[in-house]
């Protein structure tokens, strides 16, 4: 039985909800909710216009309703007052297909028809900056390698602990921040869980992050290259996949400590990974960090090819422990159910095919990849990656083709607004349109 929003609004002296849904391009959309009508809200849902966010939808289209999920309820540590709820879409009593977290969930039912679920965690990098989104905060974090720079990390240490203090009451069980690769960047982890408890969480952290920054006066950007000269933020996920209590990838007699099942479900991600790209690397400004010029730290940190090795940062997928691996593709400013929504779609497509990922690659792919011409380039911008998502037979099929081209469309009509009024060079300073469309994703 659903757990009663009405009744744990007294309880707990919730005063509002947050009816929240996020929408193709990854923005969170919400409606401020009284407790005295959270009732009518859970049964039937909070209204919205499908046209005013990005959703391939007309001003004609009836209202969509955003039904809350009462398992995903978090009571602002910062506001207690305040319920966050995550949403799933319907329109004419039906699920919209196209909406993020539906996608998600139909992926999710797609493993659990072999009684398994993805177990997941993600590494969201972001960067603490001026209120004009010109410069990184601290002036005085200046070193070519700053990462775990212990004086740069305390300098933020008021505003670090009271993120990880609202996750460490959250019962995320975080267990560490630290200092990023460039200057004013810097990273939380917490436990991993089942994949939609996390993309909850990640949509929920990203919301919070900004904030907690906004109540400092400063602005936090998980925008994937805000600065040319220093590392992009991205958004690693570590992936495994389980029956009940049992890791169906942990395998302790293989060299890196992985299974055949693994190895297939890595084999699906590699294959599909141009088309992925196009929701792990979501924006144009995505393509000045694949691939990017060596930064004022000495390396990029994102990956160039595709390809998969044991414990080595140079390629897309590393595997650093026995039993799960990490992508490394994605980038802050990625979907958080559509990155979740892919890996399972490429990976049940490995598992299915049998696919093959080959010997993973003991190599620095930063300065040995040119020697490696049958490894694929990941593409070299969005446009290159939405056409490759529109071949994707694999992703088409899992995740509806009638969803994939509202997605093409949408992206396609981003690019074309860019076009019209910026050029675009790897090689250029970032753009105006990149910082307005991007800065705050």
């Known amino acids: 039985m659903a757990k009663d929003l009405s009744k744990i609004a007294k309880q707990k002296k919730i005063k509002y909800f947050l009816i929240s849904f996020v929408d193709l391009f990854g923005i969170l959309r919400s409606k401020l909710v009284p407790a005295e009508a959270i009732k009518e809200m859970q049964k039937n849902g909070a209204g919205f216009a499908g046209f005013a966010t990005w959703l391939d939808m007309s001003p004609a289209d009836a209202d969509m309703f955003a039904i809350p999920d009462p398992d995903s309820l978090i009571q602002l540590p910062w506001k207690k007052e305040v319920g966050w709820l995550a949403s799933d879409l319907w329109m004419n009593g039906k699920p919209v297909e196209a909406s993020p977290r539906v996608m998600l969930k139909n992926q999710i039912k797609r493993l659990s028809k072999n009684n398994m679920i993805l177990k997941s965690g993600v590494e969201c990098e972001y960067f603490l900056i001026n209120p004009e989104g010109t410069a990184i905060s601290d002036s005085r974090d200046t070193q070519s390698k700053p990462c775990y720079d212990q004086s740069a990390l305390m300098r933020q240490y008021d505003l670090i602990k ?90 302790k007699g293989d060299k890196l400590g992985l299974t055949r099942l693994a190895y297939n479900f890595l084999g699906g991600v590699l294959n599909s990974a141009e088309a992925l790209s196009s929701f792990f690397n979501p924006t144009i400004n995505s393509y000045r960090r694949i691939d990017a010029p060596t930064t004022a730290s000495g390396a990029t940190w994102s990956p160039s090819r595709i390809s998969y090795t044991g414990n080595n940062r140079t390629h897309m997928i590393r595997v650093p422990d026995p039993g799960r691996f990490e992508l490394r593709l994605m980038d802050g400013s990625s979907n958080p159910y559509l990155l979740q929504a892919g890996i399972i779609a490429a990976g049940i497509d490995g598992m299915e095919k049998k696919r093959d990922p080959g010997q993973p690659l003991f190599v620095n792919m930063y300065t040995d990849g040119e020697n490696y011409p049958n490894i694929k380039k990941l593409p070299s911008d969005l446009e290159e990656a939405l056409e490759h998502l529109s071949k994707s037979e694999v992703l088409l099929n899992a995740l509806g083709e009638k969803n994939i081209t509202s997605y093409l469309k949408l992206k396609n009509q981003e690019i074309e607004n860019f076009n019209q009024n910026e050029k675009f060079s790897k090689e250029d300073s970032i753009t105006t349109w990149e910082k307005l469309n991007t800065l705050d994703c």
């Open 162 to 251: 009271e993120i990880c203090d609202c996750m460490l009451k959250m019962g995320w069980n975080p267990y560490q921040n630290d200092h990023e690769d460039a200057n004013g960047q810097f990273e939380m982890n917490w436990d991993y869980t089942d994949c939609l408890n996390t993309a909850d969480r990640h949509v929920f952290f990203k919301f919070m992050v900004k904030t907690i920054a906004e109540k400092n006066g400063l602005r936090a950007t998980f925008m994937p290259k805000p600065f040319e000269n220093l590392t992009g933020n991205g958004c690693h996920a570590h992936i495994s996949l389980w029956t009940g209590s049992r890791n169906l990838f942990l395998d």
